[in-house]
């Protein structure tokens, strides 16, 4: 329990400190020593807990209560201060609704209902805590020196507000730490909330006019889910008598209609969070904040929060119909749809941002469908997107810093101009579509699991989402190695600490994709067996660990010469006599001089968002009205 408690309290005194030092030398130290404290600190609960069952443990505090409710309060405030500041309606009225709910829940239900264990510690939270430990403190460190090129862009004059930004990062790793490892669903809300308004105040930290208007589209939509969790958990103390989830979730797998709104809401939450349509605006909104915190939010943190709490809802969805097809329909749809727009976009950091939703909406699908094999699958969905998304994100940061671009056809011959980074970059794509990285590895189990519960309609979504994913994918890479007029080497001038995080995201990724066996036998698997009491059909441990040889063979051929001289360059055939190698200039049929050029086809008139979006958007209103209308007609109301 005392490294548990750790891990929350520490990363906060870790953004105290943050938030009051404004010399560069002193943050800098201060964040290497947090970020290493904190990694090494998961790493070691995970380590000193491997393989063992769920344990519940004892922890009660009613100060801890008080708190959980002030926080509330203050999350409401500094919501309502900005709405009123900047005259949103939407956010002031969504609120006051929360806090009002959350009153009303503190102190006529509350009291009656005592949760004794209030932490829990199982495999999946020891994952997320690894994910959180690592993932998310390698972000921070990587911020040190992009926040630095950062505010040097700014206008002169303008106020450094740095220290606000290291410390809210660092108190979005505490909050993420009570999600994960929370019992009393009170105290879990609390940390949910938490990021909300983190990832509210991240986003909008430039505030330009954009900025705040997609901050308040995030605090807006999030609102929505924050009020369906107050709704679940007045239904689960008036209705159940508890506020622990390990119980809620005994009793929902044994009396389903028990639970059924309260699943429903919960699920809703989860979906908000994970940024499913028609809710993905906000996370797409998130992309004109600084590269650091689309990093966060979109791999380690906030949008893993809502994919976790429908992981672990997975045993109620396989007996419970309502939440289930919502949960499923909604995820797939969104998985092919999303998939599909990433195919026009572009901007590097929109097809990071499309294909996030897409693989979030791919796990929640898989949660939604319940058994074993599709809770194995969604797990290593959840870790692999992780690693690799962070990963990317930190590239296209700093390619955009150094090419001054990040768009995808600014990215001509990347390996040329920045050899190092254009080899991570090309892992982190490739972990993402290709065999024998994770990613495939967890999609065919997908697969295995869809077609083993019937689920046709999934089938065909992730067949032709899985097709949308390779074109967009395939399209990348070939501009990585592309044609470009200039080939000089921009890449000197990248901070040591963007390499050092770097580094370490793509050692993790490698080290995730090798030893995926080692994480499914003392990781995962025991997970499944502690819910499900079997780990279902899976696949071989034999069938794993040669894709692990395959992976390294891959990465070395990858890497193999990457500080080494190069040898003698030849002119490049152009389809015709070369006139001007360096400029890409050759002659043509007509005996005249043509520039050699590529540019991918992004098929807008196509796959355009305000083409798709818009279905997948009334889909999935459709779909969710319909789960709720079916939940509030079959669940008994006892008040």
Do not use: I, P, T
């Given at each position: 329990m005392e490294m548990i408690v750790f891990l929350i309290v520490f990363p906060l005194i870790v953004a105290a400190l943050l938030f009051v030092v404004r010399q560069d030398a002193a943050r800098n130290v201060i964040v290497y020593a947090g970020a290493g404290v904190i990694a090494l600190a998961s790493i070691a609960v995970?380590?000193?807990?491997?393989?063992a069952p769920m344990t519940l443990i004892p922890f009660q505090s009613h100060a801890i209560d008080l708190i959980c409710l002030g926080v509330s309060c203050v999350i409401a405030a500094i919501i309502l201060a900005f709405a009123f500041k900047y005259r949103n309606v939407a956010a002031a009225v969504l609120a006051v609704v929360q806090i009002l709910l959350a009153l009303v829940f503190e102190f006529v239900f509350a009291p009656q209902v005592e949760v004794i264990y209030g932490l829990y510690l199982d495999s999946l939270s020891l994952l997320m805590a690894l994910i959180i430990g690592v993932v998310g403190t390698g972000i921070?460190?990587?911020?040190?020196?992009?926040?630095?090129?950062?505010?040097?862009?700014e206008p002169s004059g303008s106020k450094d507000r740095r220290p606000t930004f290291f410390a809210i990062m660092f108190v979005f790793l505490s909050a993420m730490y009570v999600i994960v490892f929370s019992d009393?669903?009170?105290?879990?809300?609390t940390g949910w909330e938490v990021t909300t308004v983190c990832s509210f105040l991240l986003i909008g930290y430039t505030k330009t006019d954009e900025a705040t208007r997609n901050a308040f589209r995030q605090i807006v939509m999030n609102l929505l889910g924050g009020i369906a969790f107050v709704v679940a958990l007045l239904l689960s103390a008036s209705q159940l008598g508890t506020l622990s989830f390990y119980e809620f979730l005994y009793i929902g797998v044994n009396r389903p209609d028990l639970v059924m709104l309260a699943v429903t809401l919960l699920a809703f939450a989860g979906i908000t969070k994970a940024a499913q349509m028609p809710f993905h605006t906000w996370l797409l909104g998130a992309m004109v904040a600084p590269t650091p915190t689309s990093a966060l939010l979109h791999s380690s943190t906030m949008v893993k929060a809502g994919v976790f709490l429908l992981v672990k809802l997975s045993p109620i969805m396989l007996v419970c119909a309502p939440p289930s097809i919502m949960v499923m329909l909604v995820g797939g749809i969104t998985f092919l749809l999303c998939s599909f727009m990433a195919i026009s976009q572009s901007n590097a950091k929109r097809v990071l941002a499309y294909s996030t939703i897409a693989n979030l909406g791919l796990i929640t699908a898989c949660a939604g469908v319940g058994t074993p094999e599709a809770v194995w699958a969604a797990v290593f969905l959840v870790l692999f997107h992780a690693v690799a998304k962070s990963l990317l994100f930190l590239c296209v940061g700093t390619a955009e810093h150094h090419i001054g671009s990040r768009d995808i056809e600014d990215m001509d011959l990347l390996f040329e101009r920045m050899p190092r980074l254009a080899r991570l970059m090309m892992l982190g794509i490739m972990c993402m579509f290709i065999a024998p990285f994770g990613m495939l590895v967890a999609k065919w189990a997908t697969l295995v699991s869809f077609v083993d519960t019937?689920?046709?309609?999934?089938?065909i979504i992730l067949a032709f989402g899985s097709a949308a994913t390779f074109m967009f994918w395939a399209k990348w890479l070939g501009k990585l190695a592309g044609i470009a007029s200039a080939q000089e080497n921009v890449e000197m001038s990248v901070h040591r600490s963007e390499w050092f995080a770097l580094t370490v995201m793509a050692v993790l990724l490698v080290a995730c994709c090798v030893l995926i066996p080692v994480v499914s036998a003392f990781l995962v698997e025991p997970y499944i067996m502690s819910v499900f009491g079997t780990v279902g059909q899976g696949i071989s441990s034999d069938n794993l660990w040669i894709g692990s040889i395959c992976v390294v063979i891959v990465v070395?051929?990858?890497?193999?010469?990457?500080?080494?001289?190069?040898g003698r360059k030849v002119g490049v055939?152009?389809?015709?006599?070369?006139?001007?190698?360096?400029?890409?200039?050759?002659?043509?049929?007509?005996?005249?001089?043509s520039e050699a050029t590529v540019r991918n086809w992004y098929m807008t008139d196509i796959f355009g968002e305000k083409r798709v979006a818009p279905v997948g958007v009334w889909f999935n209103i459709i779909i969710m009205a319909a789960a709720f209308a079916f939940a509030i007609v079959g669940t008994p109301m006892v008040f």
């Open positions: 995970a380590l000193l807990n491997l393989g921070c460190v990587y911020a040190l020196g992009y926040m630095k090129d950062f505010q040097a862009h009393n669903m009170v105290w879990m809300f019937n689920q046709v309609a999934l089938l070395a051929v990858l890497l193999a010469g990457l500080n080494k001289q190069r055939y152009l389809a015709g006599v070369g006139r001007d190698n360096e400029n890409r200039m050759f002659q043509n049929a007509m005996s005249g001089s």
